[in-house]
C-alpha cells in the first residue's frame, strides 16, 4: 500500500522552516528518507523505526508517531540546496517486505 | 565515493525494439534494485536480487520484461517488445542488506519509446 505524502509542493523562502508528512494505513515498521533533485539520483537521508524516534541530519530533523502510522520530516532554517523531491518510503516488516515509495513532495526554496 | 553506475544514461527506442539497461552496484553490495519512475512518481520497484537470486519480482511485468544478475555483481534489465507505456526513468539501487540499510541509487537511464 503507497503511504500518503503531503503537502503535494511547498515553496519557501530561504531560513524559512517546513513539515513534510508520510502517512500509511498499514503498520509501519520502518520509514526511509530521500531526497531527489531535478535529473539526478535519489539521495538517502535518514531511516526511522517504529518506536517514535527521531533522528537529525544537518539541520533536517524527521520523527515518527507509531500510533498515527505517521512520519515527519522537519527542514529548518532552509537553505536553497534543500530543494528537491523529497520521497518516503515505507515498510511494514523488519526485512522481508519491499520499501513502497510515496509520490514524493516537491520543495523549493527561493532566495 | 563509490557510486552505483548505470548505462546508458538516456535511450530512444521504437515501440516493438528491444532495449537493455546496465547497471554495476557498489563493490560488496549484496543486495540489487531495479526501480521504475514515472515522472512525477515515486520509484516502483520493479525487481530485487540478493546475490544472483531473485527476491523480488512480483511487479515485473515478466511477458516482456527480463532481469539477470548471472554473478552476483553487475546485472542487465531488458525490454523486449517495448511499448509507449514503458517511457520512464529506470533507476537501479544497491545496499549492503535488506530492511534497514540505505539504498544507494545510481543515476538512471531516461527511456522514451516513441
Known amino acids: 500500500q503507497q503511504p500518503v505524502q503531503s503537502p503535494q509542493a511547498v515553496i519557501l523562502r530561504e531560513g524559512e522552516d517546513a513539515v513534510i508528512n508520510c502517512s500509511s494505513s498499514?503498520?509501519?515498521?520502518?520509514v526511509h528518507w530521500y531526497r531527489q533533485k531535478h535529473g539526478e539520483a535519489p539521495v538517502f537521508l535518514m531511516i526511522l523505526l517504529k518506536g517514535g524516534e527521531q533522528k537529525g541530519h544537518e539541520k533536517i530533523s524527521a520523527s515518527f508517531n507509531e500510533k498515527k502510522q505517521q512520519s515527519s520530516l522537519y527542514l529548518t532554517a532552509s537553505q536553497l540546496s534543500y530543494s528537491g523531491t523529497y520521497f518516503c518510503g515505507t515498510a511494514s516488516q523488519g526485512g522481508s517486505e519491499k520499501l513502497v515509495f510515496g509520490k514524493g513532495t516537491k520543495l523549493t526554496v527561493n532566495p | 565515493e563509490a557510486e552505483v553506475a548505470q548505462s546508458p544514461r538516456y535511450k530512444i527506442t521504437e515501440k516493438s525494439q528491444a532495449v537493455a539497461f546496465w547497471c554495476d552496484p557498489i563493490?560488496?553490495?549484496?543486495?540489487l534494485y531495479w526501480y521504475r519512475q514515472i515522472l512525477g512518481q515515486g520509484p516502483e520497484l520493479l525487481v530485487q536480487?540478493?546475490?544472483?537470486?531473485?527476491?523480488?519480482d512480483s511487479q515485473l511485468p515478466k511477458d516482456r520484461f527480463s532481469a539477470e544478475r548471472l554473478k552476483g555483481v553487475d546485472s542487465t534489465l531488458k525490454i523486449q517488445p517495448a511499448e509507449l507505456g514503458d517511457s520512464a526513468m529506470y533507476l537501479c539501487?544497491?545496499?549492503?542488506?535488506?530492511?534497514?540499510?540505505?539504498?544507494?541509487f545510481g543515476n538512471g537511464t531516461r527511456l522514451t519509446v516513441t
Open positions: 563493490s560488496g553490495h549484496a543486495t
Open positions: 539501487a544497491s545496499s549492503l542488506g535488506v530492511g534497514l540499510t540505505p539504498l544507494h
Open positions: 498499514k503498520a509501519l515498521y520502518s
Open positions: 536480487f540478493q546475490d544472483e537470486s531473485v527476491v523480488d
